[in-house]
Nanobody
Framework: QVQVVESGGGLVQAGGSLRLSCAASGSVVSLNDMGWYRQAPGKQRELVASITSGGRTNYADSVKGRFTISRDNAKNTVYLQMNSLKPEDTAVYYC?????????????WGQGTQVTVSS
């Protein structure tokens, strides 16, 4: 089994910053893409940012220039630095890791971490 655990959410004022972390562990042979989705109340889950094992990144238009995704392959960890936060960034943020085990390759998801931005 693969476990994906997020940390770093919380409450912040508009214009502030937060850093999310996400670590994959367990029966991981190798990791492909890792990234973050978010889901606000009453809205569909949307991709925020992703990063390949080689470091190529992809961002939602709404966060470009404000959020930065990075990863530490040695630690199987991905980070999301969020700056200039806006109230509309309020959501539950979910980390995923596309992982190879000995028997399968699929996305594994964390439990989610709440980010609340007050105006």
């Amino acid at each position: 089994q693969v476990q994906v655990v997020e940390s770093g959410g919380g409450l912040v004022q508009a214009g502030g910053s937060l850093r999310l972390s996400c670590a994959a562990s367990g029966s991981v042979v190798s990791l492909n893409d890792m990234g973050w989705y978010r889901q606000a109340p009453g809205k569909q889950r949307e991709l925020v940012a992703s990063i390949t094992s080689g470091g190529r990144t992809n961002y939602a238009d709404s966060v470009k220039g404000r959020f930065t995704i990075s990863r530490d392959n040695a630690k199987n960890t991905v980070y999301l630095q969020m700056n200039s936060l806006k109230p509309e960034d309020t959501a539950v943020y979910y980390c995923y890791a596309n992982a190879h085990t000995l028997t399968t390759m699929r996305n594994y998801w964390g439990q989610g971490t709440q980010v609340t931005v007050s105006s």
